[in-house]
Every structure is written in C-alpha cells, then in structure tokens.
C-alpha cells in the first residue's frame, strides 16, 4: 500500500483565516439587529385591571329589582371592574371594584333574608360580631383571606365584603345610597 501526500488545491480554506475576533464582531451585529427589533417592537403592559361602566347594569337593576338598589358613594380611586344585575328569583345586584391598595371590595344585594346567595363570598369566614353603621347593624365575618359586612332589612340582604381591611368595607358599607332612577 503506497501513502501519498495530498497536493494542493490552489485555494485556501477561508475559514483558516478566520479569528476570534472575526466571531465577536459576528455577534455583535447579529445581537445590535436583534436589539433594534425588539425596541422598535416594545409595547407597554396594559394595565390588567379592565374598567367596566355602571350605566346600563344599574337600569337594568333598578328597573327589575324587587327592592332599592344601593350604589357606593365612597368609592375615591377606586375602579369598577364589575356591574351587572343577574334576573331570576331573586335577583342580584352586583358591584366589584379594585381599591387604590389593590385589594378587592364587592357589593352584592339580593331581595332574600337566604344567605346562599353570598355563600361563594363567605366561604371560610366565620361570623365575628356586629358592627353598626350610621344606624344600621351590620353582621361582621372574617376568614382567612376574604371578609364581610351582610345586612338584612325589609327582606333585601346587602353585604359588602372582598379582601380589603374591614375599616374599608365599612366606610363602603356606611356610603350605600339608592341612586336616582334613570329616565
């Protein structure tokens, strides 16, 4: 077997010639062109609380409803995330909002002395007490993550409840005013 020594081509390998160097240089342009894609294509986060109006669940409401609908008037930065009236017997009022701390505060009324309607929001709260608000008497509930105002008077139970302090929900619970009824 003969061995024999390869001969060259005429033509050097090009990336024999190539260097680090070369390679740095590479990427650097291949990272600047990716860095002006993505600043032309940057978009600020929305913010992901979506704000709904009052308007049309509240005549809705307050043209079905059995009974006084009631409307916070202490609601300073808060935004409205929720406001629909669900028909059937009974109906429900409901209001949710995000405070400017970030917690939650719910209104929920319903022409029923049944506090079933508001079971999903008592869940894990035990009742603590009474509170009374202006002249009314409020049951007062505490859970782990979640608390409560509920009220019944002239067959309409109200609770205001959510994960804000309770200081807050009563200062909501003592704002609750029927709203001038829409033409």
Do not use: C
Not at 86 to 91: D, H, M, R, V
Not at 119 to 137: F, Y
Request: proline content about 7%; cysteine-free.
């Amino acid at each position: 077997m003969s061995t024999t020594t390869p001969t060259p081509t005429g033509r050097p390998n090009a990336r024999l010639l190539q260097t680090v160097g070369d390679m740095v240089r590479s990427i650097a342009v291949v990272l600047a062109v990716v860095g002006v894609i993505l600043f032309l294509s940057h978009r600020a986060q929305p913010d992901p609380v979506r704000e709904v109006s009052m308007t049309n669940p509240l005549i809705v409401a307050q043209i079905s409803a059995g009974f006084p609908v009631l409307v916070p008037e202490a609601t300073e930065g808060y935004r409205l995330t929720s406001a629909r009236f669900e028909k059937g017997e009974p109906g429900v009022w409901h209001l949710g909002y995000v405070t400017p701390q970030d917690a939650y505060v719910q209104l929920e009324q319903s022409a029923t002395s049944d506090l079933g309607f508001i079971s999903d929001q008592l869940t894990g709260a035990a009742r603590t007490g009474s509170q009374t608000i202006g002249s009314a008497k409020w049951a007062a509930y505490e859970g782990q993550d979640n608390r409560a105002l509920v009220r019944t008077a002239d067959g309409v139970t109200t609770a205001v409840s959510g994960t804000a302090p309770m200081a807050e929900l009563a200062k909501v619970a003592g704002s609750l005013t029927a709203p001038r009824k829409a033409q």
